[in-house]
C-alpha cells in the first residue's frame, strides 16, 4: 500500500498569501501579453490608488477609476468590458489634450510684444500666476500676467502695490526686454506704478 506523504505547512496563512501572490502575479502576465495597450491601461487606473506615507497602497478612491484599481490588484486583471471602458476613456483624453494643444499653440501664435523696449507702457493686465524665489535679498516674486488679449507681461521684483494673483490693474512701466519663451512672446516690465487719478 502506496503511502500518502502530506507535505507539513507551518505557517498555512502566509502559504495562502503566497499562493494567491503567484496566482495574481500570473493573471498580470497573462493581462499584459493579451492587451497590447496595458501600459497605458495600468498607468489609467494607477491614480485610483491612495497611498500611505511609505508609499505603500492603503485603499481605493472611490468611483470608476478606483474600481478597476482594486479588481486589477485582486484579480491580477480585468474584464473585457472593463478594459473597453478603459481604452474610450484613454482616446477621450488624448482627444482633449489634443484639442487644448491646438487652442494654446494658436493662442501663443496670436500673442504679440508690447511697447517699445526702453519705452513707458500703460498697460492693464491680470495676474495669473506668482512663483516665489528666495535670494539673499530676499523673496524675489516673478509675476506672470496677461493682458486682455492674452499677451504676456512678466514682472520680476518687490514693486510696492502689484496686483496680488488673480486681481486686475493698470500700471505704467518700462518695458525692459521683448522675450521668447518656450516659442511664447512675452514682454518683460520694470519699475511698475499702479495707474491713479494723478499720473493717468
Known amino acids: ?15 495562502e498569501n503566497a499562493v ?17 495597450e496595458h501600459v497605458e491601461i495600468l498607468e489609467f487606473i494607477s491614480v485610483g490608488r491612495t ?3 511609505y508609499g505603500r497602497i492603503s485603499g481605493y478612491k472611490e468611483g470608476f ?3 478597476l484599481a482594486e479588481a486589477y490588484d485582486n484579480y491580477g486583471k480585468l474584464t473585457y468590458g472593463q478594459v ?7 482616446e477621450k483624453n488624448k482627444a482633449r489634450k489634443a484639442e487644448w494643444a491646438d487652442k494654446q499653440a494658436s493662442l501663443n501664435a496670436s500673442r504679440i510684444h508690447l511697447g517699445t523696449v526702453g519705452e513707458k507702457l500703460t498697460v492693464t ?24 488679449d492674452k499677451n504676456i507681461i512678466i514682472y520680476k521684483g518687490q514693486a510696492k502695490g502689484f496686483p496680488d494673483k488673480g486681481e486686475t490693474a493698470t500700471i505704467i512701466a518700462t518695458v525692459k526686454d521683448h522675450g521668447v519663451r518656450d516659442g511664447v512672446k512675452q514682454t518683460v516690465i520694470q519699475r511698475p506704478k499702479l495707474v491713479t487719478p494723478t499720473n493717468v
Open 20 to 36: 494567491k501572490r503567484n496566482i495574481i502575479a500570473n493573471a498580470q502576465k497573462t493581462f499584459a501579453k493579451a492587451n497590447p
Open 84 to 90: 473597453n471602458a478603459v481604452l474610450k476613456n484613454i
Open 125 to 148: 493686465l491680470k495676474v495669473v500666476h506668482i512663483i516665489d524665489i528666495e535670494s539673499n535679498f530676499g523673496t524675489i516674486y516673478i509675476n506672470i500676467c496677461e493682458d486682455a
Open 1 to 15: 500500500m502506496a503511502r500518502n506523504f502530506s507535505p507539513i505547512i507551518e505557517h498555512p496563512v502566509a502559504y
Open 65 to 67: 477609476v478606483g474600481s
Open 51 to 53: 497611498h500611505d506615507e
